[in-house]
Each structure stands twice: as structure tokens, then as C-alpha cells.
């Protein structure tokens, strides 16, 4: 069992569907980070927020749109997606923005289908 | 380039120890080597973590390099239960965890 929790599991949407991923730790961590993850190939990172704030956007199309409501939620909205957007994307926090000596803690993801 | 180099795949026997190796040749001085695996249809999970010195877990042992351009993740007695995807990460001064291609472990019975 993770300490990151991810909802929902699974997620069918069509490319004119608005849905939206959640995300929740109560470990009290500051920093949360969103993951796409492709078949077959590495975690790649997307969003980083630390202390609520967005401080990291890797360049993710505005399609895919982050929000941080309080320090234990993450919610990541998906406004006409793409069926290449097709993924499992992974939720992640750590104790401190920046603190390289503490591990990240993983939620299981949400496989998503954009049908 | 925050990136490793691992081997892609490794096959091993259950109940013997398996050794991964990682290669960091860029590594900077304050940046630390984490190593996370990921199941089959699971999120990764943190495994042990090291600066400069040799570091035990329950999980595994991380032995680095003297030069710190490389280090290997000891898996002690693998099991069917450690067959996964093995992610060496270098995070530090570049600023975010950075996934490389990672090595797929097949545990033989």
C-alpha cells in the first residue's frame, strides 16, 4: 500500500470530455509532483509544486491543467485530449521542495484512455 | 546531462544476490543517487538512497564508487517479488528527479 493516494484507478474520457485526476497525502509533505508515464518507458515529469505553489512546468500543453487546493491535495484537470495523451500518470510528494537527501513517495497512478 | 546509464535488462536466480550497476560519470558533488524500482502496474518505489558512502536498508545496499561516477544496487536474495524495473536516478543540483531508461530484472526460480 501507498501513503500517496491516487483516484480513480482507471479513466475512459473522449477527446471533448472535461475530467479531472486527484490526488491526496497526509504526510504533511510541502512538495507534489505530477508524472506521465507512456507503455514501456520512464516516469517523465511534468509539474512540481512547492508549498502550493506551481514552480515547475515542464513545458505540459495547456490541455493538461494542474491545481494544488490545499498542502494534501494535488488535482490535475484534462480539458480535449488527445488519444496520444494515453497514459498512466503518476502522483508523487516529498517532504520539502529541493531536499534531495529525502526520497519520493509514489502514488499507483491513474491509467488513463482517451478514446 | 542529469541522465545514468544502467543495463537494460538482468536476469537473475531466486535466492542468489543480484548486483545492478549504474554509471553517473557527470555526477556533481552535492547531487545524490537514488534508486527506485517499479512493479508491474504499480507506481515507482523509493529503495535506498546515498551521498559518498555505502548505505543498508531492509531493501538492499547501495555501494558507491569512490570516484562517485558509479554504483551498484545489491539485492541481497532476490526473490520472484523483486522482479521490476530498476530506475538509478542522480537529483541534486538540477533541480527535479529525473528518470532514466532504467534496468528490467527477471528473477528465475
Known amino acids: 500500500d501507498t501513503e500517496v493516494t491516487q483516484t480513480p484507478k482507471h479513466l475512459v474520457m473522449g477527446m471533448t470530455n472535461k475530467k479531472s485526476l486527484k490526488c491526496e497525502q497526509h504526510?504533511?509533505?510541502?512538495?507534489m509532483y505530477w508524472y506521465k508515464q507512456k507503455a514501456k518507458k520512464p516516469p517523465e515529469l511534468m509539474f512540481v509544486?512547492?508549498?502550493?505553489?506551481?514552480?515547475i512546468n515542464e513545458s505540459v500543453p495547456s490541455r493538461f491543467s494542474p491545481e494544488c487546493p490545499n498542502s494534501s491535495l494535488l488535482n490535475l484537470h484534462l480539458h480535449a485530449l488527445q488519444p496520444e495523451d494515453s497514459a498512466l500518470y503518476l502522483c508523487?510528494?516529498?517532504?520539502?521542495?529541493?531536499?534531495?537527501?529525502?526520497?519520493?513517495?509514489f502514488g499507483n497512478g491513474t491509467r488513463l484512455t482517451v478514446t | 546531462d542529469a541522465k545514468t546509464t544502467q543495463p537494460n535488462s538482468m536476469e537473475s536466480n531466486e535466492e542468489e544476490p543480484v548486483h545492478l550497476p549504474c554509471n553517473h560519470s557527470?555526477?556533481?558533488?552535492?547531487?545524490?543517487i537514488h534508486w527506485y524500482r517499479q512493479l508491474p502496474s504499480q507506481g515507482p518505489e523509493y529503495v535506498i538512497h546515498g551521498l559518498t558512502s555505502n548505505v543498508n536498508n531492509r531493501m538492499a545496499s547501495l555501494a558507491i564508487a569512490e570516484d562517485r561516477k558509479s554504483s551498484t544496487l545489491i539485492l541481497h536474495r532476490a526473490t520472484l517479488r523483486d522482479a521490476a524495473v530498476y530506475y538509478c536516478?542522480?537529483?541534486?543540483?538540477?533541480?527535479?528527479?529525473?528518470f532514466g531508461k532504467g534496468t528490467k530484472l527477471s528473477v528465475k526460480p
Open positions: 536516478i542522480r537529483w541534486g543540483s538540477q533541480g527535479n528527479l529525473i
Open positions: 504526510m504533511g509533505h510541502r512538495a
Open positions: 508523487a510528494s516529498s517532504v520539502y521542495p529541493g531536499n534531495y537527501n529525502l526520497p519520493l513517495h
Open positions: 509544486y512547492s508549498y502550493e505553489k506551481l514552480s
Open positions: 557527470t555526477i556533481s558533488g552535492t547531487d545524490y
